[in-house]
């Protein structure tokens, strides 16, 4: 679809161009526009730079199959080229390689060490480069580590004032000095001052800062997120979530489950207010009827029932980023009914009591039965589960728990209405900053038993089977550990053609060392996410005894309400070198490990 006629169909928030901005910058999202206008952080850094005094900021998305390949800004058709800035918003791996075709359509080198002075400054940000920033370090002259809503004015200040002293268009001057002024501001990722180093057999040996850079960078966290509302900046027909108002209703999440890197580095949960929501809320009734709510765990908002009171009482098209099979009830059913969904997604993750134990899910079997229930008495009509394979520690007996979950679901579900039943299976990729971090990922074969075992008899309970490539997330997951060098990999993966194949023989030419020990340094080492690494560790070897714990406090609309909880060492800042609470049911860290 052409700029053109995308732009016409946008609703609310009105562009204007600034021609004396001092800086010009360029929000770019490394995939189509369908897909980057349904991600409200793009929204929102979007306008958040663009109402600085200083600064312009235009959208520039993957181009399509019917535009060319030069990609250009969505607001005025100017060239990536053109701008001073370019700022990458990275949710997914998957992505990177389009970060490069967006660059060489561009015209502009891919790697910082290639770029002259007259080459716009490129940055990136998002939840893909909290966890482990290095595989595509190179690429980036500076990387926002965390939530960025307060820093990006600090940065674009700095661009304003480095081009006031060079009396260029912002990109003249010292190119070392500028990078130097970034490194200095809080959560500034600058790779540019790191040197890696290696161990005489190829293992990763850490980066040894360079030109006074800082030794970390701590990860940045909004501490009264109610100064920044989260809400939909313009509407179109043309999203995921088509004419959709998007509301922020929480950010964190409470439920420490062992795999999720999301719920680890947006630690502490914070939710937002309700009177504010009810604000955000009937705003977006003033210009569509379907509203969203967004957060790692919407059913866990302290307020929801109150919220959805005052969503039953107009008429609305609902829409929920996630919902907790234990926090279903008559009621809330009735809700999402009432919003126009007809069925329910829950992600009991794992088939067996005993593998949600290790994971931490805190869910049930006979939770899980009472959700469908609930559902199917509610007036629901479908069902759909997300599970993950391939977890750490898992068994047969685990996968086999699975069918009889499906089964008992479908027992339970289908007299009461539920026709249709689905489930998302999932290859498990470790992720950084979990307790699973330094786990092995399940090889190729051990996915594909896994799936060949499920397929057959989903088949005959006639649910419908979903299953992403077990050959992708392997590559997913060296995408999400590996050190620097696997740069190299994605520009050979690229310059391959970007399929599978072109991973996988990039991935062998290049034949680097995987696998983290227990005494392997980290490759994202350098970047301090508040979390003790003593916690994660616990974590670690709670998940291989099958043993929960408890989650963070989600009573009260802020969890920094609770100074004393130091279990993970965000909200208490270390203390007492992070020694963690002795809340029920929770063993200190390094406790009871022999046992």
Known sequence: MKRQELLAAEYGYRWQDKPRAAVRVALAFPNVYQLGMSNLGFQLVWKAAHDHTEAAAERVFLPDAEEPAVPVSLESGRGLGDFDAIAFSLSYEQDYLNVLAMLDG???????????????????????????????????????????????????????????????????????????????????????????????????????????????IERLWIRDLDRHPAQSVVLTPHTEFADTHLVEIARGCSRSCRFCMAGFITRP?????????????????????????????????????????????????????????????????????????????????AGSESMRSRINKHLTHRELMR????????????????????????????????????????????????????????????KAFTPFQREPQADIARFEKVLARLRGPMARLGVRTRFDSPAWAVIQERLARGDRRMADVIERAYAAGGNLSAYRRALKEADLPFGLGPDSVLPWAHIQSGLEPRFLANEAQRARRGLQSPPCPISAPLALAYPTCRRCGVCGGGGAAGQPGREPGYEPQGAGMDR
């Open 269 to 349: 949960v914070r939710y937002r207010p309700l009177d504010r929501l009810i604000q955000q809320v009937d705003q977006g009734l003033l210009r569509t009827r379907k509203i969203g709510l967004l957060s790692a765990s919407v059913s866990d908002h302290p307020d929801l029932v109150a919220l959805g009171e005052h969503l039953r009482r107009r008429e609305v098209r609902l829409y929920l980023s996630s919902i907790r099979a234990d926090a279903v009830t008559p009621e809330f059913i009735a809700l999402l009914r009432h919003g126009g969904l007809k069925s329910l997604t829950v992600a009991p993750e």
């Open 106 to 216: 561009a015209r502009i080198p891919r790697r910082s060490a290639d770029r002259r002075l007259d080459h716009p400054l490129v940055i990136a940000g998002g939840p893909a480069l909290w966890g482990n920033p290095e595989p595509v370090a190179p690429f980036f002259d500076a990387i926002v580590i965390g939530e960025g809503e307060e820093v990006i004015g600090d940065i674009l200040s700095c661009l304003a004032g480095h081009r006031a002293r060079s009396g260029t268009r912002g990109r003249g001057g010292d190119r070392m000095q500028l990078l130097g002024a970034l490194a200095a501001l809080p959560g500034l990722y600058v790779p540019a001052l790191y040197e890696p180093t290696y161990l005489a057999g190829g293992a990763f040996a850490g980066l040894e800062p360079r030109l006074s850079a800082p030794e970390s």
């Open 371 to 430: 959700c469908v229930q609930v559902a199917g008495e509610g007036g629901m009509q479908g069902l759909k589960y997300y599970v993950m394979v391939g977890l750490p520690h898992e068994t047969d007996t685990d996968v086999q728990a699975t069918i009889e979950l499906v089964a008992d679901t479908v027992k339970t579900g289908r007299p009461l209405g539920l026709r249709q039943f689905v489930i998302d299976l999932h290859p498990f990729v470790p």
